[in-house]
């Protein structure tokens, strides 16, 4: 048995949490323990989690205070070695925990393990592969929204030492407090990356990220509390308006895909301000991207 403590925050997850839960319970090396945190609920998750109960799996409940205090509630109650973290709305592949922690047997110092995962539909086949960026290019790929960057919600495992020394999840973030985490362990501890795709991620219309006006307020969160360090590693020194200039190319990309134009332009105005030639970079690559994708979609 792996000592390795899951965590599944759970509001109202009903329609997901027991496939969630079964891809856990069938894992080639299982946990020692799992914790489903029902995040108040009123749909019915927490008789769902309940029925796993003879297979250990433990229900916590809480009123709705938001995803990172219920992640937060789940790690207070771990005895194990490292934390595993899962959406409910998410599966893991059966040799998720083994490879992970090979991994972070083979390099103790580790803060953080990570890995790829499959893009998935909503009844969770597969869509695309997301390879995971080198554990050196992590806090750069986290900062600057960059794709291969870690999933923690998903291919996370953390040390519970770790975790408690940073704090855990900032509970007055929600869509950026993954990405908040992931910086402030990686400014302090190395990471490792498992390359083989660890988890299925569904794409679904309900999904927290997709809410553009707290994801910007969590990346300017991020974004000052991260320059406010006194020693950065070098590649991100001096690079806060490369990076703000990547969030408001991002919303800008956002706001144009739902038809509010009017925004789009403000943030596209806001990424020249920040830093023009990465503007440019970004915008371009974005468009040589989707003209591929519709040549490739021609043939």
Request: a neutral charge; glycine letters at 6%; one cysteine or more.
């Amino acid at each position: 048995m792996s000592d390795v403590a899951v965590v599944i925050p759970a509001f109202n997850a009903k329609r997901w949490l027991a496939e969630a839960i079964e891809s856990v319970l069938s894992q080639t090396r299982p946990p020692a323990e799992c914790f489903v945190v029902d995040d108040g609920s009123t749909d019915g998750t927490a008789a769902i989690a309940r029925a796993f109960s003879r297979e250990g799996v433990h229900l916590l409940s809480q009123p709705n205070s938001g995803v990172s205090r219920a992640r937060n509630f789940g790690a207070e109650q771990a005895t194990a070695r490292y934390l595993a973290f899962l959406d409910a709305d998410d599966a893991w592949l059966p040799h998720k925990l083994e490879l992970q922690v090979n991994a972070m047997h083979a390099s103790p110092s580790a803060g953080l393990c990570y890995g790829g995962y499959l893009n998935a539909d909503e009844d969770l086949v597969p869509l695309n592969e997301v390879v995971p960026a080198p554990a050196k290019e992590a806090l750069r790929r986290t900062l600057f929204l960059e794709p291969g960057g870690p999933a923690l919600s998903s291919t996370g495992m953390i040390p519970v030492e770790v975790f408690r020394k940073v704090g855990g999840f900032k509970s007055e973030l929600t869509t950026g407090a993954d990405s908040d985490l992931l910086v402030r362990i990686l400014l302090q501890w190395n990471a490792v990356c498992v390359r083989e795709p660890l988890a299925l991620y569904r794409q679904h219309g309900g999904q927290m990220h997709r809410n553009a006006l707290a994801m910007e307020r969590d990346m300017w969160h991020i974004i000052d509390s991260t320059f406010s360090v006194v020693r950065l590693p070098e590649d991100i020194q001096g690079q806060r308006r490369r990076v703000i200039a990547a969030l408001e190319v991002t919303l800008m990309a956002d706001a144009f895909s739902r038809s509010a134009y009017g925004t789009s332009f403000v943030h596209g105005v806001r990424a020249v301000e920040a830093h023009l030639p990465h503007a440019a970079k970004l915008v371009t690559r974005g468009l040589a991207r989707k003209l591929k994708v519709r040549a490739d979609a021609r043939t």
